[in-house]
């Protein structure tokens, strides 16, 4: 009974050994790598894009497709300022902009290789008249203002972005906003925070 029960024992060793190796084998196939890059939740984001962050997914890079038309319009340098002005514009002449913009509102933000380096704090747009929400006609006329890059995260200086302007990008980011009505009603606990709606331009591209 030895002689036929020990060399099983080996043999079955080996096959296990080979088994585990090809599940090896399988999951290190370089046609279906493992995502080296991932964002967490949008509930777990820090929503305030501070610096040295990058913009998470998921965002939506403005286009025709969209129903509101994100987009950066100018750039004017003011001494330690980059005056970065941008428009809402919708395609649809129905189509109404609910006042303040939430739930992150137009916030300029200077980023060098995908990262945060310089920024506007986020700030709502204010309704001087306390009436809560209110209906702009964006279809029919654009909604535009002007944010200021006022503060340059630690490393960065306007120096560098004057010498090595191609390095460079000014993104302004807002929420995808919900189609209706406007609503006074704030954010649900529980409820996904909206996507971001992204438009970028290049510091050396010319104002228009």
Known sequence: MRRTLLPTVPALLLALAACGSQSDAVNADPAHPAPTTTSPSLKEQDRSLPCGSTVERPVVVSGPDEPLQLKVTSLRREGSELQTGYSIT????????????????????????????????????KDPDGRGALGYPVGRRPYTRTLPIDGLCPGTTWSDVDKHPGDYQVVVVMSVQPQGEPSNSEPTDGVDPLPLLEATRDISTKSE
């Not at 609910?98 to 060098?112: D, F, R, Y």
């Not at 945060?116 to 747009?125: N, S, T, Y």
């Open 90 to 125: 919708s395609d649809d002449r129905k189509q109404m902009l609910s006042l303040p913009i939430g739930e992150v509102p137009p916030t300029a933000l200077l980023l060098k290789q995908g990262v945060i380096v310089g920024r506007q704090k986020p700030a709502a747009d």
